[in-house]
């Protein structure tokens, strides 16, 4: 499930990987995730290059169009890496690469740090009890490394700052619907540039969080009463029940009436 190794690099003629030339990731695709511990190295893909060096690292697909190595100008690379093929791992941290690009900071006292350290020093001591904690811990280490590249993408004070504000505009105008020219409006900014502004600083679309506080607070309307489906759909900016519904299904996969019963209202 997961194969690692750590190491210290001199020679740049003996260090260089090319992800499209890794044989045994033709058939299982892999994710790489190396963290560098002194020194440094670079990685290079497409047109861009970055130095990866102390507090960094990068997380890549196998097989890609990527190239790690050391580089001549490098005294040396000194690094702890992690290659796993599980399935669900490889496809959600595609994700962040994609998202978040391949380098990541990673501070000595990050809680990425610690529990990459605690991966390795499980693995390597193979102190699992069995095969599904031994997934577990890669589970938990896949979600702290998620958590830790969107929090530095967008941080936490800016981004909560502004998913607040939302949430309350929200709240403020539950009984109406709204588009996100109006939110837009309320920062003098274009409907496209407002929506590219409160992505870039959220890691969210507008419109997703503005549904996601009405379906919230139809949760809690369900679970706190028995009225009518159609007088909450009206209270909290919906066209109708079924409206309501159909955006309650595809979001939470289960029917407004099936959730009132299993919270018991």
Same mark, same amino acid.
């Given at each position: ?124 001591? !193979? !102190? ?124 939470? !996969? ?12």
């Amino acid at each position: 499930m997961l194969t690692l190794g750590c190491e210290t690099r001199r020679d740049p003629e003996a260090y260089r990987w090319d992800g499209m030339k890794r044989a045994d990731t033709r058939s299982e695709p892999k994710i790489v995730f190396q963290c560098t511990l002194a020194g440094w190295g670079a990685y290079e893909k497409g047109d861009r290059r970055w130095s990866v060096g102390a507090e960094e690292a990068f997380v890549t697909v196998l097989p890609s169009r990527h190239v790690y190595f050391l580089p001549k100008e490098s005294d040396g690379w000194s690094f702890f890496w992690f290659n796993t093929g599980h399935s669900y791992v490889v496809e959600r941290l595609t994700i962040v690469c994609e998202r978040y690009g391949p380098v990541i900071t990673v501070p000595a006292d990050s809680r990425l740090m610690a529990r990459s350290r605690r991966l390795f020093e499980e693995t390597c001591g !193979q !102190q699992f009890d069995d095969g599904f904690s031994e997934e577990e811990a890669l589970l938990g280490w896949m979600l702290e490394l998620e958590r830790h590249a969107r929090d530095t993408a967008h941080p936490r004070s800016r981004r909560e700052s502004m998913v607040e504000g939302l949430r309350s505009y929200t709240l403020e105008n539950l009984h109406r619907s709204f588009g996100v020219e109006e939110l837009a409006a309320r920062h003098g900014l274009s409907r496209s540039h407002y929506s590219h502004f409160f992505r870039r600083a959220t890691g969210l679309a507008p419109a997703a969080c503005v549904l996601d506080v009405r379906l919230n607070e139809v949760r809690r309307r369900l679970r706190e009463s028995g009225r009518p489906l159609k007088e909450i759909a009206a209270e909290t900016g919906f066209a109708d029940a079924n409206h309501l519904c159909k955006a309650f299904r595809r979001l939470f !996969q289960i029917s407004p009436g099936a959730y009132r019963k299993l919270a018991g209202a």
